[in-house]
């Protein structure tokens, strides 16, 4: 297996990273459902687009009660996606042609079906079991309320009552997210101890780093209070929410980096979900978290004055403590940017605009897969197919984020586009996407794949994006420009007409220039 070198500049600070959603990337095995060797696979489709690393959504053992993010063996592989030796292969494979695998971890819960929780089921209240998760006594004469009123992300109460072994309904285990993912007690040394097996199990094999999952997660506040204001999104920037960014996560950080710092070039990178930006930067402080997400960027409007504000509160986040910023515009969890902005060929404008000033920034640019073929969100899938558990636990008010979990169109006139050698997909791909597959868009010169690939090539090679900062400059009104110090210029034209671009010679846009301006809804780099 051929690593790469180890750098005196860490690999990961100005890495394109590009996140596969395993189910709906490619299937290699004809059942429908994307696995690792659907990866493999396309691992020369990946080399080409130029991407650095891979950040794969969980493969572990689970039921899939939350798309993978219940996990039920966190040291294997599930045979959904093709068991143990197929990520061995993804790994060697990989690294082979010089991208780096980062895995998906989930610490703050487990799946309801691990071995320890059936465990703490059977073992009774007041067990060594019970103590790895959080059980409560509930409140009332007959213990039949919650111990608390927290919510469930996905709606419903944080709570479920068992029954206990005598048959008796008995005590309450906290669940922030489903039901089926009961959440761990990060107090417990058991729980230190089996997480940093679980880090060291793939670091030994080869992986380069992890995407820890809900890291302003785990720690809980002492007594589990009562939350003043009962409300619940799927994730949102609150600073006020008991459930999470508790002080004692920067403990469970630190002891996490420990382990990761024993292995030279792995990266670890943390989903957080913190408003306040010194509250944000504490997480990316030398000594705990290499990356943490900023989703900033993917939250903000097409609107100049926005756009601003968003990566200048992504950099203030990060900089005071001399960390690396993040930069995405979508993920398995968010809408994408094509619908986000609007939709049809103004939201596509607008997206590949987006990525131009994304990749323009100084740092580290995740990229969603299907992103670079410009797919937006299916928002009309039947009802009958969806999966998120937003959709049950919401009564079916709520369709989730099945929308933008939709597998990759690959190739040939219909569905399910190459994707699987079968009959059809996990979910149903639209006809309409035909002009949108891998194939259609190679062939065509103007294509959003094609404007990644220009992208991206680019960025890695080009000396104008080596140095960090930037600058803003002055422009004209719905209009931002950012200089870098090595010398490039991205400048974005969000306003309703063509403007004039500052001097330099033309590098790349994102659309086509219009009697040499730069029209509404597109970007361009300058040097």
Known sequence: MTVPPAESTPWWKSAVFYQVYPRSFADSDGDGVGDLGGIRERLGYLHELGVEALWICPVMRSPMADGGYDVADPRDIDPLFGGLPAMDELIAAAHERGIRV????????????????QAALAAGPGSPERARYIFRDGRGADGSEPPNNWPSIF??????????????PGQWYLHIFAAEQPDLNWENADVVADFEQTLRFW?????????????????KPPGLPD???????M??????????NNPGVHDIHRRIRKVIDEYPGAVSIGEVWVDDNVRFGEYVRPDELHLAFNFRLAETSFEAADIRDAV??????????????????????????????GGGAAGLARARAMALLELALPGVVFVYNGAELGLPNVDDLPDEVLQDPVWERSGHTERGRDGCRVPLPWSGAAPPFGFTGGAESWLPIPAAWADRTVETQLARPGSTLAFYKSALGLRRTRPEFAADGLAWLDTPADTVAVRRPGGLTCVLNASKAPIA??????????????DGELPPDTAAWLV
């Open 235 to 244: 994730l949102v920037h609150d600073d006020h929410d008991p459930r999470f």
């Open 501 to 514: 671009l500052p001097p330099g010679e033309l590098l790349l846009a994102s659309g086509p220039l219009a």
């Open 155 to 168: 709606r419903g109460p944080a709570w479920t009552r068992i029954v206990e072994p005598d048959g008796k």
């Open 312 to 341: 200048e509160n992504s950099l203030a986040a990060v900089g005071p403590v001399g960390a690396t910023p993040t930069w995405t515009l979508s993920n398995h969890d968010i809408e994408r940017e094509v619908t986000r902005y």
């Open 227 to 233: 939350m003043a204001r009962v409300d619940t999104k």
């Open 203 to 219: 670091l030994d094999r080869g992986v380069d780093g992890f995407r820890i999952d809900v890291a302003h997660g785990m720690a």
């Open 102 to 117: 980062t895995m998906d971890l989930v610490p703050n819960h487990t799946s309801s079906e691990h071995a320890w929780f």
